[in-house]
């Protein structure tokens, strides 16, 4: 592999939009999606059946899915939810998801804190606690991640339809506990509908227009 990597949105474009806007994406394909700054040197070669992708933004890598339900939002310097604080978007989606989330009947908890992880795991984005992300029974449910320009912040996150534990295989030193830190609640653990939190997650946020993009592996 080499580190030419497609990115997953053209961020010059987002930087451009002047109003709100909610993205729910929808994927072709099973995807690995890195952090802004790994390498693909992460990935075991069994990865290279799989499509790859990059995000701006902090944390490790992901394994996407169809059924995941991936919600991101950009909000806009000159809109009233904007915030200095580096950590408002994430705890601004987090809020969003955490209301989403007890209308569905769920007691979630929002992580206000500081990162903490593992660094031997902190390969994989799902294995620790960042600001904003929603956690049940301390099993991690949401993941969050943040990118911040002049212009405004996009927040990235992710409700898996099904545990991430699948991700260890295919990275090329994994640690022996990295499995079991993947293996957090999703939707099929908890019953959830992924339809009904999209439009959920729609109210919380609003004011934002709505995109629904489809993508290629």
Request: glycine content about 8%; hydrophobic content about 45%; aromatic content about 8%.
């Amino acid at each position: 592999m080499n580190d030419e990597i497609e990115e997953l949105y053209d961020y010059e474009v987002l930087r451009t939009l002047a109003e709100p806007m909610m993205f729910v994406v929808r994927l072709a394909a099973p995807t690995i999606v890195l952090g802004g700054s790994q390498s693909s040197a992460v990935l075991a070669p069994s990865a290279s059946t799989i499509g790859l992708r990059r995000r701006r933004g902090g944390g490790g890598a992901v394994l996407l899915r169809p059924d995941d339900v991936w919600v991101d939002w950009w909000i806009p310097r000159d809109d009233p939810r904007w915030a200095f604080d580096v950590h408002a978007g994430s705890q601004l989606a987090g809020q969003w998801w955490e209301s989403a989330l007890q209308e569905a009947g769920l007691d979630p908890q929002r992580h206000e804190g500081r990162v903490i992880d593992d660094p031997t795991l902190r390969v994989a984005c799902f294995s620790g606690r960042g600001p904003g992300e929603i956690f049940v029974e301390d099993r991690k449910l949401v993941g969050v991640t943040q990118w911040r320009v002049r212009e405004g912040f996009f927040v990235s996150t992710v409700l898996h339809a099904s545990d991430s534990s699948d991700l260890a295989s295919l990275i090329a030193d994994p640690a022996p506990t990295l499995a079991d830190a993947l293996a957090h609640h999703s939707l099929h653990s908890l019953g959830l509908d992924g339809d009904q939190l999209v439009d959920a997650l729609r109210l919380m946020s609003a004011p934002a227009t709505y995109r629904q993009l489809y993508l290629l592996p």
